[in-house]
């Protein structure tokens, strides 16, 4: 299909965007790499009658050490995010897992920003950005204010961001040598996660000193498996030790029923693919 007629924009800077949204109101969107929203114009399920594209606002792209974090902007796109040395060496659960997004063309135009701010609850994206603590920032008329991963993901589809506000970064607290794994079912290549698991482990010797464990398509936001963490510390990096500690990483969950499976069988796979993650993340 052919989306409804609109007005596009590509403003320069966060302030013009701002400006732009502010006047269009609830007839203006903001684009970002365009993977989530187009489909959503084709269909019709959307039609605003402005279309405001950041593509050009320099300032929102690229990843920068600061201090005991590093800064992602919103519009750095996924092969970027995979490539950086930054992420590789200090939030390597997050290249991992933004590296199984779909097929290449969508990772060389999705953006980090796009993706958590679309908030699909099958997205790989939403999972490692709560597991590593990542704070997101939100630009708006009154200024910048940040937001926990913890508090920005609300419900399907939903976020903490106002109608007003933009996503400028996400700041990732370093995660410097800890080990990290992905795990994801899917039955047929650059599906959407049917279940998955994000995985990051700090180990002392043949132990796990620390872990941070997140579920893809579990319930309709990314969850924190925090009760499985705390089982997991002190735990011998063994497969029995490893699956004893996680028989309970699905409890409290709320998966969907579709095509793919009831909600039981996301909690088998989960507990399945838990022991992978943390087993491969811890190097066993």
Same mark, same amino acid.
């Given at each position: ?6 007005? !596009? ?16 109101? @609830?007839d ?8 989530s929203l ?5 269909? &019709? ?7 405001? @594209? ?12 600061? *201090?005991d ?12 995010? $995979?490539?950086?040395?930054? $992420?590789?060496? /200090?939030?390597? =659960? ?8 779909a097929?290449?063309?969508?990772? /060389?135009?999705?953006?980090l920003?796009?993706?958590?701010? /679309?908030?699909?609850?099958?997205? @790989? ?17 009154? *200024? ?20 007003d506000?933009?996503?400028t ?5 370093? /995660? ?5 794994? !992905?795990?994801?079912?899917? &039955?047929?290549?650059q ?17 796990? %000193? ?23 510390? *002190?735990?011998?990096? @063994? ?19 579709? =095509?793919?499976?009831?909600?039981? !069988?996301r909690?088998?796979? %989960? ?12 190097? &066993?």
């Amino acid at each position: 299909m052919i989306p409804a007629a609109f007005d !596009y924009v590509a403003p320069a800077t966060v302030d013009e965007a701002l400006t732009l949204l502010s006047q269009g109101g @609830d007839d203006a969107k903001i684009i970002a790499g365009g993977q989530s929203l187009l489909p959503v114009l084709k269909l &019709r399920l959307a039609a605003p009658e402005l279309l405001i @594209d950041l593509a050009k606002i320099d300032s929102l792209r690229g990843v920068r050490d600061d *201090g005991d974090a590093i800064v992602i902007g919103a519009m750095t796109p996924h092969f970027e995010v $995979v490539a950086d040395p930054l $992420v590789r060496e /200090h939030a390597s =659960l997050l290249a991992e897992c933004v590296a199984t997004v779909a097929d290449p063309q969508v990772r /060389h135009r999705g953006t980090l920003g796009g993706a958590c701010a /679309h908030a699909d609850p099958a997205s @790989d994206i939403p999972a490692p950005v709560l597991a590593l603590d990542a704070v997101l920032t939100l630009a708006g008329p009154g *200024g910048r204010r940040t937001v926990a991963a913890a508090d920005f993901f609300t419900d399907i589809f939903t976020t903490a961001l106002g109608e007003d506000e933009i996503l400028t970064d996400i700041r990732v607290p370093k /995660h410097t040598g800890w080990g990290s794994a !992905y795990e994801k079912f899917v &039955r047929v290549s650059q599906q959407w996660a049917i279940v998955g698991v994000a995985a990051t482990v700090r180990t002392d010797g043949d132990s796990i %000193a620390e872990a941070r464990i997140a579920l893809t398509n579990m319930g309709s936001t990314p969850i924190r498996a925090r009760a499985a963490e705390q089982a997991l510390a *002190g735990v011998r990096a @063994d497969a029995d030790s490893v699956a004893a500690a996680l028989t309970g990483v699905a409890e409290g969950t709320a998966p969907p029923t579709d =095509l793919n499976g009831d909600p039981e !069988y996301r909690r088998q796979l %989960a507990a399945v693919l838990a022991r992978r993650a943390v087993l491969s993340a811890a190097g &066993r």
